[in-house]
């Protein structure tokens, strides 16, 4: 029996690609290796950020109808998936990157405070703003309930005739005309594929000729006790924070308000845009990155933050050098929390040279398309990175211009 469509990776890509499809009156198997609900990919866990504080405008444009369309999954579903927070936004003053972010929100008008140091710690009394830093608060910025969502979304698409086959392995991929995709327990045909399979992409695009630039990385996450139970928490009103760093730092620090686990507050670090696309041709296990702290900080030259992993071995990874950067942020910034993690996760990133999903049709085969290289940042775009590939895939054309996202560009001499 065959499909119109098959879907590989349930995780928020792959599951709102699906919907999509479904919702169009197409024929569509999601296929998953893992038994659902698993942790083993990227988009598990319970909450997940969603903001518009970005520096290009493309993606401000994809969020305006993101929180639409996460709206309309809310009243289809009947949960709550979203809620306003807010985010801290701080930085060196002048710094470049804060300064295109403030640019990009003004230009698009994104609802935003700016705190003067001087009423800073009236309104944030629990964080000590770094000197030479300044903030800005995104007002409609906020958090998703991450797990409920991934289920609100399958059962959606099930409810529209979709079909989900958890722990079936995809093995083998035979492009064509009409694709045949082996599991480890069956072969399924469809006249359209669509891969999302997370930081499993490069294995499985290998099975259809096609190399792309991603990385693995592991990602510790870090949740800290709270000092007094409560101070950091979505009921006090404390925001979600991103801290941008220096420069030559090449780490930014970000967090959540405590939630998930009562009394812990959700803080980690993601890397700044830096120096992964230069270190990107060295053959080394880690991606190096230069760590420079602002005043105040234990200084870690030349440290390594995180380890390029394979996505079935994650777990033997055991760097702990951002634990420690962190441990560093907290004792200085956020006198509030015990400076120790209390619980640590982990999760992975799968990113891109240049940190911009890859969302396009095969080079080689236009009836299959991807969705890949998420780079840390793609939960929140996940019903309008459903929305396109499932209008790739549908052969329409896509509602917003994908060149920033083309697999065009990493070839060194692009036509
Ligand atoms: C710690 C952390 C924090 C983050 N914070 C944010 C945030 O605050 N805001 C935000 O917007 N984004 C955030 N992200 C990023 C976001 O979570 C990811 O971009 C997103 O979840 C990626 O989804 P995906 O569907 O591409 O990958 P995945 O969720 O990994 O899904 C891929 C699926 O494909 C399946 N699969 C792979 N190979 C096969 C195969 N051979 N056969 C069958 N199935 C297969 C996998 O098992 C997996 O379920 C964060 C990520 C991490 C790790
Ligand atoms: O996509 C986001 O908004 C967050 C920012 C902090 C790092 C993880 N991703």
Not at 88 to 117: C, T, Y
Not at 143 to 172: M, W
Not at 371 to 378: E, I, L, V, Y
Request: charged letters at 20%; aromatic letters at 10%; a negative charge.
């Amino acid at each position: 029996m065959g499909y119109e469509c098959i879907v590989i990776g349930a995780g928020i890509q792959g599951s709102f690609t699906a919907y999509h499809l479904a919702k169009n009156n197409k024929k569509t198997l999601l296929l998953e290796q893992f038994v659902l609900p698993h942790s083993r990919g990227s988009s598990h866990g319970q909450t997940r950020i969603i903001r518009k504080a970005y520096e290009d405008d493309f993606y401000i444009h994809m969020l305006e109808e993101s929180y639409e369309l996460w709206v309309q999954l809310e009243h289809e579903a009947g949960v709550k998936l979203y809620r306003q927070t807010g985010l801290l936004l701080m930085g060196p003053e002048n710094a470049e990157d804060l300064q295109l972010i403030k640019n990009s929100m003004q230009r698009n008008k994104v609802p935003s405070v700016v705190l003067e140091r001087h009423e800073f710690s009236q309104h944030i009394p629990s964080v000590n703003l770094t000197s030479g830093n300044e903030a800005i608060v995104e007002t409609s910025a906020g958090i998703l309930y991450a797990d409920r969502a991934l289920r609100a979304v399958q059962t959606v698409f099930q409810s529209h005739g979709g079909e989900i086959k958890d722990g079936e392995k995809v093995i083998n991929i035979e492009p064509g005309d009409v694709i045949t995709v082996t599991t480890d327990s069956g072969t399924y045909q469809a006249k359209n594929l669509v891969i999302t399979a997370g930081p499993w992409a490069k294995t499985l695009l290998s099975h259809t000729g096609l190399q792309l630039p991603l990385k693995v990385l592991k990602i510790n996450v870090c949740y800290w006790k709270e000092k007094v139970p409560g101070t950091y928490s979505i009921k006090n009103r404390f925001p979600c924070f991103i801290q941008l760093q220096p420069k030559e730092a090449q780490h930014d620090i970000y967090g959540l308000p405590s939630n998930e686990y009562p009394g812990l507050m959700k803080v980690s670090i993601l890397d700044n845009n830096c120096d992964i696309t230069e270190t990107w041709q060295a053959s080394n296990d880690f991606v190096e990155l230069n760590l420079l702290f602002p005043p105040g900080f234990s200084p870690l030259a030349k440290a390594s933050i995180w380890s390029e992993t394979e996505p079935d071995e994650r777990d033997r990874q055991k760097d702990r050098r951002d634990i420690d950067a962190l441990s560093s942020y907290i004792s200085c910034c956020f006198p509030g929390l015990v400076p120790v993690p209390a619980v640590e996760e982990s999760c992975m990133y799968t990113v891109t040279p240049d940190k911009h999903f890859v969302l396009d049709r095969h080079p080689a085969y236009s009836n299959i398309v991807i969705g890949a290289g998420f780079s840390g940042h793609g939960f929140k775009f996940g019903p309008v990175v459903g929305k396109v590939l499932c209008e790739l895939s549908m052969g329409q054309n896509p509602s917003y211009d994908l060149s920033p996202f083309s697999i065009q560009r990493f070839r060194a001499n692009p036509e």
